[in-house]
T-cell receptor, first 114, second 110 residues
Framework: DAGVIQSPRHEVTEMGQEVTLRCKPI?????LFWYRQTMMRGLELLIY????????DSGMPEDRFSAKMPNASFSTLKIQPSEPRDSAVYFC????????????FGNGTRLTVT | SQKIEQNSEALNIQEGKTATLTCNYT??????LQWYRQDPGRGPVFLLL???NEKEKRKERLKVTFDTTLKQSLFHITASQPADSATYLC?????????WGAGTKLIIKP
């Protein structure tokens, strides 16, 4: 099992540009989570999906952020337009279900917006 | 307000000793608590889960305790090794979501 795969590993972009982060969860996992990690705020849940359906997007900071999960093996997180304060490491994680199943994280995308 | 706290300063431990990390919380009643390890440039990796009705859980050199009265979990690494150096995160359940501590950086010195 390759684990959760995220791309790109690093993204540097200018303010105002669109950014798309990609995630392939572990096959058979029903829940997918997008997190953001910064030194100041730690790990913050942005959105999570269960069976490809968005369940809770209350952590999405504003309308500039959107996430999709068109099928069980792919999800995207899009920021449009990007701002310097969006600079962070973005993690995707998947788990077997919504309950107490452990989360399996990808290695993240380090986003820098200049 | 709801809060989850871990030792904010790095913990320096001599190799071979037991490292103990603390996770305290207020205004939550979690059904379970999880511990993760995070290495630089990598995502967190699950280590152990302990439920509210369990006092203690062990896995090899790792031991976790959960005291719902004190609202505290302790994470122990016995016979610590330099390879155990990492940041350790606790996460507790709140309405089917995980609420994360900021993590404690553990440094094991040879």
């Amino acid at each position: 099992d390759a684990g959760v795969i995220q791309s790109p590993r690093h993204e540097v972009t200018e303010m105002g540009q669109e950014v798309t982060l990609r995630c392939k969860p572990i096959s058979g996992h029903n829940s997918l989570f997008w997190y953001r990690q910064t030194m100041m705020r730690g790990l913050e849940l942005l959105i999570y999906f269960n069976n490809n359906v968005p369940i809770d997007d209350s952590g999405m900071p504003e309308d500039r952020f959107s996430a999709k999960m068109p099928n069980a093996s792919f999800s995207t997180l899009k920021i449009q337009p990007s701002e310097p304060r969006d600079s962070a490491v973005y993690f995707c994680a998947s788990s077997l279900d919504r309950g107490s199943s452990p989360l399996h994280f990808g290695n993240g995308t380090r986003l820098t917006v200049t | 307000s709801q809060k989850i706290e871990q030792n904010s300063e790095a913990l320096n431990i001599q190799e071979g000793k037991t490292a103990t990390l603390t996770c305290n919380y207020t205004n939550y009643s979690p059904a379970y608590l999880q511990w993760y390890r995070q290495d630089p440039g990598r995502g967190p990796v699950f280590l152990l889960l302990i439920r509210e009705n369990e006092k203690e859980k062990r896995k090899e050199r790792l031991k976790v305790t959960f005291d719902t009265t004190l609202k505290q979990s302790l994470f122990h690494i016995t016979a610590s090794q330099p390879a155990d150096s990492a940041t350790y995160l606790c996460a507790l359940d709140s309405n089917y979501q995980l609420i994360w501590g900021a993590g404690t950086k553990l440094i094991i010195k040879p």
